[in-house]
């Protein structure tokens, strides 16, 4: 729930290691979620590259609803996984136990990314969250679909960089630091490129 909890000090470290790992990526504008701990976890990167942190409630997470801080609990996680995974391969109608359905978080998230896009920017991070990330990516890249996402978890501070825009659509470059075959790239979509990694 809005505003969630703050950064351990773990999350801190990751937070400022999220510097380096973008080092290479020339960022134009930082969004963060209405969640505290995105906005923590995107304050050094903004620090570090003088940039202001565009706070947006639809890039939060999804909205757990009945579920909520019950998500540790095996079948509830199961649940959890299992509706935002059928969004991502189409089911919108599907919605979790007194929260959201999938229309409603891929209106609300691509509404962001639509803003993004339309900006003077031309390279953007959105500071997220890990299944909101893994659930809009399979739903709207070209290259990565359910089985991919449902099976690349995404760490705290995980990187998943994209490359395109709403009306071209998009295509995964990297995911977690692995390199991601582009779609008809040879091999299943979303699978890692064989020891390539982009730095």
Request: proline content about 5%; cysteine-free; hydrophobic content about 50%.
């Amino acid at each position: 729930a809005v505003p969630g909890p703050g950064l351990t000090a773990l999350g801190e470290q990751q937070a400022a290691a999220l510097v380096d790992a973008l080092a290479g990526e020339d960022l134009d504008a930082l969004y963060a979620s209405t969640l505290v701990r995105t906005q923590l976890t995107a304050a050094p990167l903004a620090a570090a590259r003088g940039l202001d942190v565009h706070v947006r409630d639809g890039i939060r997470e999804v909205f757990a609803g009945d579920l909520e801080m019950q998500a540790g609990e095996s079948a509830h996680a199961a649940l959890y996984m299992r509706t935002v995974f059928a969004w991502a391969a189409g089911d919108l109608g599907l919605r979790i136990p007194g929260g959201e359905s999938g229309a409603e978080f891929l209106a609300r998230y691509d509404a962001v990314v639509a803003e993004a896009a339309a900006g003077d920017a031309s390279a953007v991070a959105l500071v997220s969250h890990g299944a909101a990330i893994r659930t809009w990516t399979a739903a709207r890249a070209r290259n990565v679909d359910v089985p991919f996402a449902a099976a690349h978890g995404l760490a705290n501070t995980g990187t998943v960089i994209l490359e395109g825009d709403p009306a071209s659509g998009w295509q995964v470059l990297t995911w977690a630091g692995a390199a991601v075959r582009p779609a008809g790239g040879g091999g299943p979509a979303g699978e890692p490129a064989t020891g390539d990694r982009r730095d």
